[in-house]
C-alpha cells in the first residue's frame, strides 16, 4: 500500500511524515473546492472552501488584519490532505487531532510565518462557529439554539462550480499575502479562468503576487 498520496499538481505527499516543501496553495485551493462540508450529508453541496472563503471575508468584513484574513482562509487547509472528519468521530481519536494540528501548524508557518497566537486562535474559532451555525441550520435543517450570531457578510448558499471556487480561494490567498507582507513565489501556480480554459503561469515571470490581478480578479 503507498504511503503516500499524489497531489493536485502531482506531487507525493506523505500525510504522516508532511514536509512543508510539498505543500501548495494551488492543491489546497483545488482539493477543498471539491470536498463537501458536513460529510455529504447536506440539502445542497457547499465545500470546505466556500466555507473557507466565507469565514476569510467574515474576517475581512470585521476589520482584521490581513494575516487574520490569510488565517481564516488556511484554517482548513489540512483537509486538503487528511480529508474532512465528522467532528464526533474525530474527539475519539487522539493522535489523529494531534496530526492534523501539526499539518496545519506547518501550513501557517509557511503561508503567515508563523504559528497562530492565542488571541488569534479565538478570533477564528468565534467566525468559524458562527459560520457552523449557520451551515447547520440552512445545509443540514439543523434547529439551533439562541440567537443567530451576527455576521458583518452577505452569506449565500448559491452553489457555484468547483472551479469558481478554487479560483476565488487562490485569488484571496494572493491578495492578501501581498497586503500582509507575506508573499511567496513558488514554481508553478495553476490559475483557473472563469471563462476560459485552465492557464499554466510560470511564476518566474511574476515578480508580484500582484501580477495574479490579470488571472483571477476579486471584488474589494
Same mark, same amino acid.
Given at each position: 500500500? *503507498?504511503?503516500?498520496?499524489?497531489?493536485?499538481?502531482?506531487?507525493?505527499?506523505?500525510?504522516?511524515? !508532511?514536509?512543508?516543501?510539498?505543500?501548495?496553495?494551488?492543491?489546497?485551493?483545488?482539493?477543498?473546492?471539491?470536498?463537501?462540508?458536513?460529510?455529504?450529508?447536506?440539502?445542497?453541496?457547499? *465545500?470546505? $472552501?466556500?466555507?473557507?472563503?466565507?469565514?476569510?471575508?467574515?474576517?475581512?468584513?470585521?476589520?482584521?488584519?490581513?494575516?487574520?484574513?490569510?488565517?481564516?482562509?488556511?484554517?482548513?487547509? *489540512? @483537509?486538503?490532505?487528511?480529508?474532512?472528519v465528522p467532528a464526533p468521530? +474525530?474527539?475519539?481519536? !487522539?493522535?489523529?487531532?494531534?496530526?492534523?494540528?501539526?499539518?496545519? *501548524? %506547518?501550513?501557517?508557518?509557511?503561508?503567515?510565518?508563523?504559528?497562530?497566537?492565542?488571541?488569534?486562535?479565538?478570533?477564528?474559532?468565534?467566525?468559524? =462557529?458562527?459560520?457552523?451555525?449557520?451551515?447547520?441550520?440552512?445545509?443540514? +435543517?439543523?434547529?439551533?439554539?439562541?440567537?443567530? &450570531?451576527?455576521?458583518? %457578510?452577505?452569506?449565500?448558499?448559491?452553489? =457555484?462550480?468547483?472551479?469558481?471556487?478554487? +479560483? @476565488?480561494?487562490?485569488?484571496?490567498?494572493?491578495?492578501?499575502?501581498?497586503?500582509?507582507?507575506?508573499?511567496?513565489?513558488?514554481?508553478?501556480?495553476?490559475?483557473?479562468?472563469?471563462?476560459?480554459?485552465?492557464?499554466?503561469?510560470?511564476?518566474?515571470n511574476i515578480t508580484?503576487? =500582484?501580477?495574479? $490581478?490579470?488571472?483571477? !480578479?476579486?471584488? &474589494?
Amino acid at each position: 500500500m *503507498s504511503e503516500y498520496i499524489t497531489t493536485y499538481t502531482g506531487l507525493h505527499f506523505r500525510p504522516t511524515e !508532511p514536509d512543508s516543501d510539498l505543500i501548495r496553495i494551488q492543491d489546497i485551493a483545488h482539493a477543498l473546492s471539491l470536498i463537501c462540508r458536513g460529510n455529504g450529508h447536506v440539502q445542497t453541496f457547499w *465545500s470546505v $472552501g466556500e466555507h473557507c472563503i466565507c469565514c476569510a471575508k467574515e474576517a475581512a468584513a470585521r476589520g482584521f488584519l490581513e494575516r487574520m484574513i490569510l488565517a481564516c482562509l488556511l484554517h482548513d487547509a *489540512s @483537509e486538503c490532505y487528511l480529508s474532512d472528519v465528522p467532528a464526533p468521530f +474525530k474527539k475519539e481519536l !487522539p493522535e489523529y487531532q494531534e496530526r492534523e494540528n501539526r499539518l496545519l *501548524s %506547518m501550513i501557517y508557518k509557511k503561508f503567515l510565518g508563523s504559528d497562530l497566537s492565542e488571541e488569534e486562535q479565538i478570533q477564528l474559532k468565534e467566525i468559524d =462557529r458562527a459560520m457552523l451555525w449557520y451551515d447547520l441550520k440552512r445545509l443540514l +435543517k439543523e434547529p439551533q439554539s439562541g440567537e443567530a &450570531p451576527q455576521l458583518h %457578510m452577505e452569506l449565500n448558499y448559491k452553489v =457555484r462550480s468547483f472551479s469558481e471556487v478554487e +479560483k @476565488e480561494y487562490l485569488a484571496l490567498f494572493a491578495r492578501y499575502s501581498e497586503l500582509s507582507g507575506n508573499c511567496r513565489i513558488y514554481d508553478i501556480v495553476t490559475i483557473f479562468s472563469f471563462e476560459k480554459q485552465a492557464e499554466i503561469v510560470s511564476l518566474q515571470n511574476i515578480t508580484s503576487i =500582484r501580477d495574479f $490581478g490579470d488571472y483571477c !480578479p476579486v471584488d &474589494p
